[in-house]
């Protein structure tokens, strides 16, 4: 196909599929003619990826650049190269080991990986991300034990072994595997968090006996704060 068809196919515009060819980030089609290139299935897989990479995972060019490059050298195992693109999803997070509350968060966190005989990196970002947020609810009033965040631990293990791991095509292309891997995460995380909260107000409601806002109500909480339309 022609980068229009091309164009069409993916609704990736011209000029960004041409930005994509000069950084590197998709593979330059067959040239056919000193104005013409055609381009495959191969480039609409790796167009699709790109926008996962960089519309859900929200990802700068540097990052989807390295997590492509794992992609494409098959030197790298399936493993690492799905590592790659999970840790350059992790939201970024300063240790600080000189604070006692730090020290204390991360030795939490890597003593339940070890007891729940867990496989991840020793410097797995992931590892950070979670002991901020032990800190966090600890300066807010909420100290956190391992017994408090093991129920969250066993659920998230039941939910990535029958959900979000079976939708990865182990023995499908590359990029196809990144691509659900950042879907999943992302998107299926998004969801998860919101049927968290819907659950909470539906919990809520049966235990404090109150009926739900009906849809269109003008009481509904707005995010402005409050209730729109209360006095």
């Known amino acids: 196909m022609r980068i229009s068809q091309l164009s069409a196919e993916s609704g990736v515009p011209i000029p960004t599929i041409k930005?994509?060819?000069?950084e590197g980030l998709l593979p330059q089609g067959d040239q056919t003619s000193?104005?013409?290139a055609e381009y495959g299935q191969e480039h609409l897989r790796r167009l699709r990826l790109i926008r996962a990479l960089l519309e859900v995972g929200r990802l700068?060019?540097?990052a989807i650049r390295k997590v492509i490059a794992a992609v494409d050298d098959e030197r790298i195992d399936f493993h690492d190269m799905l590592g790659t693109a999970h840790y350059a999803l992790s939201t970024p997070v300063e240790?600080?080991?000189e604070e006692e509350d730090w020290r204390e968060a991360r030795e939490l966190v890597d003593r339940m990986i070890a007891d729940l005989g867990w496989s991840?990196?020793?410097?797995?970002p992931t590892r950070d991300e979670l002991a901020q947020s032990v800190v966090t609810l600890k300066r807010l009033g909420m100290p956190t034990s391992q017994e408090d965040l093991l129920p969250y631990a066993s659920a998230a293990l039941d939910l990535v072994r029958d959900l979000d791991i079976t939708k990865i095509p182990f023995d499908g292309p590359r990029d196809v595997a990144v691509e659900t891997l950042v879907i999943c995460e992302v998107l299926y995380g998004k969801a998860f968090d919101v049927l968290r909260r819907l659950a909470q107000e539906s919990e809520s409601t049966r235990i404090l006996g109150a009926p739900p806002c009906p849809s269109g109500d003008t009481t509904q909480v707005t995010r402005q704060g409050g209730r729109s339309g209360a006095p």
């Open 19 to 22: 930005y994509y060819l000069r």
């Open 34 to 36: 000193a104005t013409r």
């Open 60 to 62: 700068p060019v540097a």
């Open 95 to 97: 240790p600080h080991p």
């Open 120 to 124: 991840v990196h020793p410097l797995a």
